[in-house]
């Protein structure tokens, strides 16, 4: 199993950024992906999940009117659109993956389930200037 996130950067308050997740090794339906953050001296925080079986999402109620998590599964590629940056999302943005329950509430189970995901790509750094 792989994933790796891409599409970080160095970008000015009010920009956006899309990242992306790919991966591969596992059954879409079978997993969740979720994407992540760590900021420096804080502990990892679940931002969006994604359920693939039905493409259901949850958010972190601090990114939900600003950063969309979409998937293509044709792409085996999850992404994370991020707009509206503040200095706040300032972090290491992580995707990660999760054996999906396949109900209503397996996003929101995704979400917060930083200590629980079978699978973990590489980070990529998102800083946003003020």
């Known amino acids: 199993v792989q994933l790796q996130a891409s599409g970080g950067g160095l970008v000015q308050s009010g920009s956006s950024l899309r990242l992306a997740c790919t991966h591969s090794g596992f059954t879409l339906n079978d997993y969740d992906i979720g994407w992540f953050r760590q900021a420096p001296g804080k502990a990892r925080e679940g931002v969006a999940c994604?359920?693939?079986?039905?493409?259901?999402?949850d958010y972190l109620d601090s990114v939900k009117d600003r950063f969309t998590i979409s998937r293509d599964a044709a792409k085996n590629t999850a992404y994370l659109q991020l707009n509206s940056l503040g200095p706040e999302d300032t972090a290491v943005y992580y995707c990660?993956?999760?054996?999906?329950?396949?109900?209503?509430?397996?996003?929101?189970?995704?979400?917060?389930?930083?200590?629980?995901?079978?699978?973990w790509g590489k980070g990529t750094q998102v800083t946003v200037s003020s």
């Open positions: 990660g993956a999760i054996k999906s329950h396949r109900d209503s509430y397996s996003s929101t189970f995704c979400l917060n389930s930083v200590h629980a995901m079978n699978y």
């Open positions: 994604i359920t693939y079986s039905d493409g259901s999402t």
